[in-house]
């Protein structure tokens, strides 16, 4: 098992690797106070490394509720964007892909409740992680969303997704008119009652 390999060789480079998939395991099955201690320890241990690069993103994004979310990049079409200029109404950030089915499923939901509340109650951000840019613009000519996509090289290994430690897709952070997080990992079911606490009907 990893942990065994990790216990043996705890300065392997593949160690990093494998501590990243035990952190990511602990996360996701609710153990985060294990998950932060192991993500810290790739940190320090394995500073320059891509694993600590991501576990350094992770840590930000689990510490990140209650504050300003620094996000920024280039969008599809070459312009550049800050989420932080976005502030003033609530935004919803979905990092997704094309060949990730359950992200095509929350984007209709999203579509929907962008068209019901409208730009000016409810701005949208995604950030595609697809390494194929051909096959994300294929996607979206066949079916254009009205929100900005942020796109960068390397996908789920690129600086969109290692910044807050984006591990797995879909991911959904939602921010409050200050652009602070509100929810860090939220699930499109509660999209709707989210935005009508924030700007009601």
């Not at 919803?92 to 939901?109: G, R, S």
């Not at 409050?176 to 700007?199: P, S």
Request: with cysteine; net charge neutral.
């Amino acid at each position: 098992p990893i942990w065994a390999f990790v216990e043996r060789h705890p300065a392997a480079p593949d160690a990093a690797e494998a501590m990243l998939q035990l952190a990511i395991a602990d996360e996701f099955s609710g153990r985060e106070k294990e998950a932060v201690e192991r993500y810290a320890g790739i940190v320090k241990g394995f500073t320059d490394t891509v694993p600590a690069r991501k576990a350094r993103g992770a840590l930000r994004r689990i510490e990140s509720v209650g504050k300003p979310l620094a996000l920024a990049g280039t969008t599809l079409d070459g312009k550049q964007l800050a989420v932080e200029s976005l502030r003033g109404t609530p935004v919803l950030v979905h990092y997704w892909a094309t060949w990730c089915e359950p992200c095509k499923v929350d984007i209709a939901q999203i579509k929907e409740l962008y068209g019901k509340y409208g730009p000016k109650k409810f701005a949208v951000v995604g950030i595609a992680l697809d390494t194929d840019k051909q096959a994300l613009a294929k996607f979206l000519a066949q079916k254009p969303l009205p929100w900005p996509q942020l796109h960068e090289a390397g996908g789920l290994d690129g600086r969109l997704a290692e910044e807050l430690g984006v591990l797995t897709l879909p991911t959904m952070f939602l921010l409050d008119v200050e652009g602070k997080v509100v929810d860090r990992n939220l699930v499109i079911a509660d999209l709707e009652k989210k935005l009508e606490e924030m700007v009601g009907q």
